[in-house]
């Protein structure tokens, strides 16, 4: 499950990082700005997407029991 989480990230700030080269680039035409825009709401989309998904699915394995919450031990003084 770890891997996933950390797959899922990855995925995430990939999306992320492709947005914003959507968003630097520029075109040398003015008709490439459309595609660069359409590009650009894709990959904020697929981010938000993903980040949705990994929401849902930490929640499930939560409630199925695939997943523990840890936290940090208590120590006492």
């Not at 499950?1 to 700030?13: C, D, E, Q, R």
Request: charged letters at 15%.
């Amino acid at each position: 499950m770890k891997v996933f989480i950390v797959l899922a990230l990855v995925a995430i700030l990939a999306a992320l990082a492709g947005a914003g080269l959507f968003m630097l680039r520029r075109g040398p035409a003015s008709g490439d700005a459309a595609s660069r825009d359409k590009r650009m709401a894709r990959a904020l989309a697929l981010r938000v997407a993903l980040s949705v998904m990994l929401f849902v699915t930490i929640l499930l394995a939560y409630h199925f029991g695939w997943i523990r919450p840890g936290g940090l031990p208590m120590v006492q003084s």
